[in-house]
């Protein structure tokens, strides 16, 4: 299965600010994905990145927001935008990952943000 | 998608098997039947997938009636190690929708 590698792992940043989260993966990949996963919740799906064209957000997410880059098929970016505290969070990319017979996906071990 | 309905928490001992049934009545004729386990501080990783009867690998396995309109996770003599949050997903695309899990706790 594909090895995600995300950076940061943690970071603390001051309100107002801007984080851009990294997420490499050892294989080409169609699509990549981003989530969050707020503290003691569950994930949620921020949006799907494409190689070559702009990500697709879900409801509740926007470009300005989380602007999302996707250079290529190993490599994309998440930008978190203008910070306050409600944004800290674990940030998570995925990658659909080709097991065989059915399809599952990997995940990376997150970025935890703390907005303060 | 079809929504998933699975305890909040379990306990269980070393040695123990571990039994969590997911139910998901709204369960579509295309859609599969996925669970994730997540430690602390990780991403969530998938441990079986299926569509109908029985599922099983290394690590779990996956019982689906008839139905479909529920499932079991079967982890055997579960360790420490086993201790996490279990999620169930039925969909049959990228858009995984995560419900809260169930989480396990494994004592000695």
């Known amino acids: 299965s594909a090895v995600i590698s995300q950076k940061p792992s943690r970071d603390i940043c001051q309100r107002g600010t801007s984080l851009t989260i990294q997420c490499q993966v050892d294989?080409?990949?169609?699509?990549m994905f981003w989530y969050r996963q707020q503290p003691g919740q569950s994930l949620t799906l921020i949006a799907t990145?494409?190689?070559?064209?702009?990500?697709?957000?879900e409801s509740g997410f926007v470009i300005d927001k989380f602007p999302i880059s996707r250079p290529n098929l190993t490599f994309s970016t998440l930008t978190v935008s203008n910070m306050s505290p409600e944004d800290s969070s674990i940030y998570l990319c995925?990658?659909?990952?080709?097991?065989?017979?059915?399809?599952?996906?990997?995940f990376g071990s997150g970025t935890r943000l703390t907005v303060v | 998608l079809a929504k998933t309905t699975q305890p909040i928490s379990m306990d269980s001992y070393e040695g123990q098997e571990v039994n969590i049934t997911c139910s998901h009545n709204?369960?579509?004729?295309?859609?599969?039947i996925t669970w994730y386990q997540q430690f602390p501080s990780q991403g969530p990783r998938f441990i079986i997938q299926?569509?109908?009867t029985k599922v099983t690998n290394e690590v779990a396995s996956l019982f689906i009636p008839a139905d479909r309109k529920s499932s079991t996770l079967s982890l055997p003599r579960v360790s420490l190690s086993d201790t996490a949050v279990y999620y169930c997903?039925?969909?049959?695309?990228?858009?995984?929708?995560f419900g809260a899990g169930t989480t396990v706790t494994v004592r000695a």
């Open positions: 995925s990658v659909e990952d080709d097991r065989g017979d059915f399809y599952g996906y990997t």
């Open positions: 294989s080409q990949v169609t699509m």
């Open positions: 990145a494409n190689q070559g064209s702009e990500a697709t957000y």
């Open positions: 709204n369960i579509a004729t295309n859609d599969y």
């Open positions: 299926g569509y109908k």
């Open positions: 997903l039925v969909g049959n695309d990228y858009k995984l929708s």
